[in-house]
């Protein structure tokens, strides 16, 4: 009986000693993920939460402020020109684009030949879209003697710097960002492949015509799709900064037509050395994209059809 217990008590030692072992090794493996969590993300997430509630130029220590960088906020005419600036950008290139999308995505669906070469080849704007390069060719296409005159020009048509008028200036960021339809076509075009077939065919025998089919059933069906991606493309459009810094030369201009949040935003940090009001300034974004999020998950109970 003794030499039972003891077999067992040695088992449950060595089942023990392997518990250990795969948490230290569990441990290891996880060791860089937390090390970029907390160094990366979380520690300059905290700094910054302190930073905007200081004087901070970079340059010498940062003095306490308290509310300060908040209220200022509020009375700073640019960043008021900034909000409105953003959110044109953002109200009208997220649903052009997620038109385009869709729209691309509806024709890649009927089954042509080459579709994976057509859908690489359509998905490279999301990849390219936010580089450097990108916005200086976008510059040089919108120019005063770039390509969209040119073809104007051939019409008999005369055309303006676009990039540099203040009316036109901000639609070439829109045209950009609804350039970049990529990510949510092979999104959409992946919901599209999986509504089943039958339900086209049961209405084709009931007499409903492609527009009929399209609006009671393709998109019902692709709603958590095109929340999915509603929910992404706001984000990523309240971010957007390369385009606009390199199209505008940096400054927003003209008139301020360009100046985006996350432009004015680098503008007073690293430009006017202001860091504590460019943190305020970060957190404020951070409350807005927050507060549009939960405005899209509150209402999507409204319009968002899940299978059950």
Known sequence: MSSVIQEVASTRRAAGERRKGDGRMAALFLAPWFAGLFLITA?????????SFTDY???SSPTWVGLDNYVRMFEDPRLIQ?????????????PLQLAAALALALVLDKGMRGLAVYRSVY???SLLGGSVAIAILWRQIFGADGLVNQVLAFFGIEGTGWVSHPDYALNTLIILNVWTFGAP???FLAGLRQIPRMYYEAASIDGAGRLRQFWSITVPMLTPIVFFNLVLQLINAFQNFTQAFVVSGGNGGPADSTLLYTLYLYRKGFADLDMGYASAMAWFLLLIIGGMTLVNFLASKYWVHYDD
Not at 43 to 51: C, E, F, H, I, V
Not at 83 to 94: E, I
């Open 57 to 59: 130029d970079l340059l």
């Open 43 to 51: 520690g300059p997430m905290a700094a910054s939460l302190y930073l």
């Open 123 to 125: 998905y490279l704007p």
């Open 185 to 187: 076509m092979v999104i």
């Open 82 to 94: 900034s909000l409105k600036v953003t959110f044109t950008y953002v109200f009208v290139s997220v």
